[in-house]
């Protein structure tokens, strides 16, 4: 049985290898686009070193809700960047490039998400490091991607401009108001998910071949790409796809109902034994055998849906959610109130699947992450450490990753190639910090 | 250092990675054979699409009268007999059908699965377990198979075994991304009055999108780690645990501080400047996370001034809840006084000839998506470019979301009706000829 194989699943995580193990991978990025990529790798046991211009390093490090720092650092910046290793590298100087190229010789995998022709004028882009290494997998993730119009004319982009261009926002939003900008950065977070489908299925094609490739993403292309019906519903029928709000269009019912209390409620019961124990709960057996609902795709019809969704919502409207939820599971179809961080973070069941899961750091203190949410029997992803100040692994990686000296590694500093953090929130270490705890190289 | 070509860097990469080439490329999993067994489940054919618009081949596997999936269309629409959802993700796909209610059809399937690289069900916990094809089952006739298991709770936990079908809206109730997202109800005024400042979920099926997306990127990890040890296993993900995952700060937050993030309309909990504005006719994004971005887009609107902007220091006093309403207010009197058009004018001007060029605010449109699939940067990046069918003639479905040198992805054709591959599919792995299948279909196991 299935219990077998996930017996103890979270228990066992740390005694089992990763599924990424030996992969390095070297980023140049910033915001939640790029590092997210390589923090999915990073979960993955990719070894991932982060270069960061010092000594402020990734813009993420001051983005912060209503100006929340955590424990002194960025409170975005956790979940993006586990299980790396923090260089604070300039690559504006010719030596920091040199280290970069040194480094990218012996990685399998480089993110990177600048303007496009950046890393090419610091000497580090594709065309350059292919010539070092041919078999680098090579990722820039934009906003608009590495060609065509807007590209050119290096327009700048953020998850919020994506959620504009693509259509996405308009479609998130309630017929006849403003476009809806979603609170999730989603064309950030999907496109850097999106980015590692690309890189593992390249990381595949070199398994079987030995061979790299070169790979772009723009963060609202990847975006349109989960509209699905939206598109060939344009095209099909020469109308513009519209917002419906909470309702699902394509699902029916589907939708957010207000509960008696004034809490909200999201129900779904399109299958047809789902359909027929909703109205059974809501004491209208007869609805389920009325011409206009009993069937699916006749349900769906606009003036059928608007029809059985009010019907639906005076119901709820006398109901608590928990009322409904108990329905629901009685007869068959799915209810839920609309759970906020509290009810996600408290949840048993995530806590006992390992999915909220604890993180012990030895700079940051114990705190509560979310894990990989891939449960892999063999090769479980997760958490070992969390993020670090800009640079904080400088020694370990030129000493261990490069056998630098202790007088190349001082030349460096000297030059500016090499540097640590700004004495600012979010970039250097808790002030509590005893100086060694989290080093990999600490001296005594 | 390795010598540039001459060649500018845009059009190097474009010769390489058009997806107008894409078709004369190799494909990175075309060796690999995925069942997708997924029922009533549009993460489950999300995932197997990551796959099957790689090269691999896919069979999906539907139940003799098709699977619900494919009603699941706005507004009851049908296309030549499709839904516009499930034409959009049947793409590179092989149609079978296999009623795996039927002892006989389960004997089928292990000759299927002994066969397969990767196995994708959506099924409730349990019921592969019963029909004798669980993990555990075939892992004896495959040790290389990837067993991918995609529901609403995830194959073990308190929750797992109670049975909840496994829908967008629900995915998205209850991974906490619906609960701070939406207008703002203003003080002292009802839900009856304001009907839409409440929480609002994405229009899109965007959580069932997370939970096929990342069961994708495990396959494909699973695929690296197989290739190393020659070992398949078991995967699996709750698609509410996969789209809860893509929050990025509540979680620490609430921990931090104990505050449950709530909702702030197209403002961003998450710092300023990050915000749709309104304009005369419509609305933009604005973006400046840097001061220098910030202090740019005060004197692109003509008030570095008045707003003093020389002296602002750093983004600490525009961060908190009161400060960001006060500065929407003043940004949105100026942002009303354009355009989309001459707004963007405005920050592209800025980038050459501004007080701090080439810093400039993001500045870009909120498009509806009838102007995005007529863009023509969209159209000439091969996101919307048509397909012919053989079965649904000219379609748009998006396409090529990544660009790639030596893999790319491509579409070769848009979706199959019910079964439409039994012919050949079950010819090519199981053997049967016209007569078997016959049979098959007869007794209604095919």
Sequence with gaps: MAEDTWKNYKEKKHS????????????????????????????????????????????????????????????????????????????????GQEIFRELAARVDIIEENQRPGVMERWNVGYR?????????????????????????????????????????????????????????YVCDSYGALMGEVAVLAALHYRDRTGKGQFIELSQSENIMRTMSWVWPYQHITGKGAMPAGNRDVSICPADTFRCADDTFLALAAPAPEEFKGLCIAMGMPELADDPRFEDHLIRLQEENAVEILRIIAGWVRTKTPEEVEVLAGKHGFVASRINSIKDVVENQHFRERGFVTEVDDPLVGQFLDYEFPVMMSKTPPRVHWTIRPVGFDNEYIMTHRLGKSEDEIRRLYESGALGKWADVRGRRPPSDWDGKAGLIMARD | MAEIEDQAWDKWIRERDDPKIASTRPEALDDITVLDLSSNSFAGCYCSSMLSEFGAEVLRVESPEGDFIRTCTPYGMLYKGEGLNYLSEGRNKFHITLDLEKPQAREILKGLAAQADVLIETYKPGTMEGWGIGYEALEKINPRLIFASITAHGQFGPVSHPWMPDYDNIIQARSANQYDSGEMLPEGMSYAERPWAVPTKAGPWIGSVHAGTF??????????????????????????????????????????AGVVSERFGSLNTGGWLYCFAPTKDGAVFLGGLRLEMWQAFADMVGKWDEWGAASWKDMAPFSEKEQQLKWADLVFAETRKYTNEELIAMSVEYTKKGRLAPITPVVAPVCCPEETMHDENWLDRGIFTPIKDPVYGELVIAQAQYKMTETPIRIKWVCRPVGYDNEHIYLKYMGFGPRKLQELKAARII
């Design chain 1, 128 to 184: 350059q490091i292919k010539e070092i290494n041919p078999s680098i997998i090579y990722i820039s993730k934009t906003g608009f991607g590495q060609w065509g119009q807007y590209a050119e004319e290096n327009r700048p982009s953020n998850d919020g401009a994506a959620q504009g261009m693509s259509g996405y926002a308009w479609m998130s939003s309630f017929p006849g108001q403003p476009p809806l900008k979603s609170r999730l």
């Design chain 1, 16 to 95: 089992k290898p990763s599924p990424l193990k030996g992969i390095r991978v070297l980023e140049v990025c910033t915001l939640v686009l790029g590092p997210s990529g390589p923090g999915i790798l990073s979960r993955m046991g990719a070894e991932v070193i982060k270069c960061e211009m010092p000594p402020l390093g990734d813009t993420l490090r001051s983005m912060v809700p209503f100006g929340y720092f955590f424990r002194e650092q960025s409170t975005s910046f956790f979940r993006p960047n586990p299980n790396k290793h923090y260089l604070g590298l300039d690559l504006h100087k010719p030596e």
């Design chain 2, 215 to 256: 069961m994708a990127a495990g396959i494909l990890a699973a695929l690296h780690w197989r290739a190393m040890t020659g070992e398949g296993q078991a995967l699996d993900v709750s698609s509410i645990e996969s789209y809860a995952s893509m929050e990025d700060w509540a979680a620490i937050w609430y921990q931090g």
